[in-house]
């Protein structure tokens, strides 16, 4: 019977519970302080050190001539520190009058934060002075909001350059996450601003504090200095604003579309116009859920940048391609005539029409390129056929991006055989689609952008700049990055097709389709396109350059349900390259008008103009 | 019975005065640390008024060293009657602190009765033990000794101050194992919390009765009516733990809870445990320097004078000055237990050993607690937590040691 252990055993046995006590203390003491020693160091740092960023000035956007796009200025932004607000729906009740924002919205914004709860989530920036002072009045009322004296972006050619420019907005949790963003910084989500994001930003300055566990801030850190911001580099864009606003305003408020203006010899956009258009400085500040929901809803799309991401068939601009296409080929010459145009062409049981229902008669290449005829070109797109045709629109580059320096371009669309075959079956569609796609139509569709790099290279001896809205990044110590121009591709067309191509266009605008459109001044070459739309009346195309022999400047607009290519894009284009020549001193200026006095308030002075 | 002036530093009473006062002056040190930046100015002089509690507190103990161990022995009733009495009269005039009554306040100072009375128990025990002229084995003696822990815990836990009843109860199982209590009597005692905590889940309390009906049982070899009540003990105790849960005070309960899982609610009552692992943790080997943790200055550990004093420490001197303090208490240990061994007289041997296992289950149960082993349980660790009344206490037990020791030879 194990009853009673002897005294000495007793001593032992309790000395021997004893030792083993205080090698497991021992043991964590040591597990604690030397293994988790790095990772409960780290916790005490972060226990007492509160990181305050302090947010860099974001990089200006200037043109080509250093006028200012896009600037941030000062204004003040209204936080609220998650973790010293306790009943958070019953503040933003209190708030949201005064902030002139949906008290859901605060509620959302302040919920949406799951860490670090002690560092401000922006609620809202760009609050006017007035409604600051209240906020600051009322500090007893409104614990754990606080504001700031910040930066907002501005935009000072708002509407002309949306769709370029783009717009900033607030770093999210899921963001920050990825790419290591403050939550709540500002960062670029369309256009350039997001595009050149990583040197517009700058880098924040941080101001590191010691603070107790009741959030008392202690003061600074000796062994850790704080950081001065570093503000972003500046952008200089290859946007010359006059001949950006002289496009924009060829198309008013009404007309729908895209206009771009190149130099084809090295890629560089001067004018990107893209309509209808929106405020970026809605974004900047910030957007209420209405505002932005009449933008999104809007039918005419303002915010769908169509220069680079619609797509529209490109009517008889793309015959120049056909017409490339056969020429090298070898299977006509400048000479070739085919059957004379009698207003239409009969292909077995359908009728196919010319636009122009008086007939051409018959023409040769350079003659039927002039008048845009239809009916040479259904023949030649015939004698071509669809598999030589799409081997060299894929040539072209008409399946790929531009490699515009604008997120978010789309890729038109160049059928092939394969892609008839998986779209209709494999016997139910012809060669009939040749007649379509021979004249810029059918399934053939091209984004602006797409078509205005293939006459760029048409036109610059067959070599394809990239294009680009960058012209240089300069870095507030001053170094400077220009932008190296880039070969996109080659043509696959030798010199003599160039020639006779360029002959063709430079006859559209000597005596051709676009003859209205030509300038005394000024040589000029182009192609008129009238594309058919099921949703509506015809875009009107027009693709120009000038001058004919060393073309500086090329022009490719499109207007939406328009009509005629020779009617609406050509004077567009027009209108753009004399203000271009006015700037060279080619043309020469017309007298400046008479100055009237204002006829309405100053303040109205853009509603005005508009009419 | 002669009053004895003998020098009270012969037989090494020297080395466990330098070791107590070792730990006394860390516990300046550390408190002077942990409060000198406190928002509260009346907490920024602890260190001073523990300095003057040490300067008492080494006049108790030569007077511990040199009054006679006998006399106490005969003075036993009384300072148990005066701990009781007490105890009771907190209920009606103590202080309230925490949701708790456990102090008497006299001025700037403070008189826990809960720490006098664990002097007082131990003297009546050890008294009972060698007076009783039953076997051990008895249990009439059992239920008498049962009797005098239960009057004292009952009213420590009435305050409520659960930490000092599980130290009584603790003190007592030791010194009954001491005087030579069958082991199948202490599983009498132990087997029923085992039983509790096991019945907070139905299947570990079936393991829990098939381990003691099947190992247990077998092993103490015992009558069936012995077998038949701690079965039964066993069975109440467990089926009725659900109700004591229940009875527990929220933040007692909240403790246990948050001892199983401290993560649950870091920003909560969690954030003790958290806080203080990670001023330990965060100490490192050497620390972080005198006056320099940045876990104790810039307020993130709770209670840092009192129960957390051992994180300040390991923050600020790291698992070097943790070392050293565990070493220093496993020294008094040591000899404590060895007095306990040597001594010739039951009742020396039986104060000797209830005032070592008070302070041992003290220091294990404190340091358990801020390394994170134990749930939190409010017991202060000896000689270094702030507090005159634990550290007087202290120092009285580290003198009855010294006192066992040197009158080792003295028979009853």
Redesign the interface.
Known sequence: ?????P??S??WI??GG?IA??L???A???Y???F??K???Q???E??IRVLPRSAMRGKIVDREGRLLASDRPAYTVSIIPSEVSKIDYLAGELAPLLEMDEKAIVRKVADRRTRKYEPVAIRRDLSFPAVCIIEESNELFPGVIYQLDQTRTYYYGKSLCHLIGYTGEVDEREAKDQQYRVGSIIGRAGVERQYDQFLRGIDGIDYL?????GRI?GPLDDRPSKDPLMGDELALTIDMDLQMAADSCFGDTLSGAAIFLDPKTGEILALVSKPTYDPNLFAGFVSRSEYQSLAGDERLPLFDRTIRGTYPPGSTAKILTAGAALEEGLITPETHFGACRGGYQFGNRFFKCWDKRGHGSLGLLAAIEQSCDVYFYQLGLKLGLEKWSKYARACGFDQTTGLDIPGEKIGHAPDENWYEKTYGKYNWNKSVMLNLGIGQGEFLVTPIELAQFYAGIVNHGVVMKPHVMRYLRTPKGETNYYHAEIARGLPFSEETLEILKEGLYRVVQSGTAARSRIPEVTMGGKTGTAQNPHGEDHSWFVGYAPALDPQILGCVIVENAGHGSTVAAPFVKAVFIKFFQKKGIIKMPPPPTPMPPLVSAGNGVNGAAN | MVLQTRNPFTSGGWSMFVAGALLTIISILLVYSANQNSPDPRLQDDWGKQIIWFVLAAGVFFATTAIPLRMHEIFAPIYYGIAIIMLLGLILFGASMFGAQRWYSLGAFSIQPAEIGKVAFIFMLARYLTYSRRP??SLKKIAAASAICGVITLLVVRQPDLGSAVVFAVVFL?MM??E?M???YLLLFITPVASMIASSSMIAWIVFFALLIFAVVP????SLAFTITLVAINLAVGAFSSIAWNRLHDYQQMRIKIFLDPGQDPLGAGYQII?S?????????LGKGYLAG??NK???LPLRHTDFIFSVA?EEF??LG??VI?AL??YI??RG??A??KSRNSFSALVA?GAT?AL?FQM?VN??MV???LPVAGVPLPFVSYGGSSLLVSWVFLGLVVNAERNWQEYS
């Open positions: 019977m194990v009853d009673q252990v005294k000495t007793r001593g309790l000395t004893l006590a205080i497991l203390i021992l964590k003491l040591i604690l302080q030397v988790q020693y990772y409960y160091f916790i005490s740092e226990n007492r010691e603070v107790s566990a009741t202690i | 051990i084995s030791v194992f001491w030579g069958p082991v199948k092993l103490i070899r015992s806080q692992k990670v001023a330990i943790g965060s100490g490192g080997l940045s876990q810039l307020d993130f390991a790291g698992m943790g070392v565990i208490f496993a240990f040591h237990i060895r306990a061994m050993i296992s041992a294990l340091i358990g390394l994170g082993l």
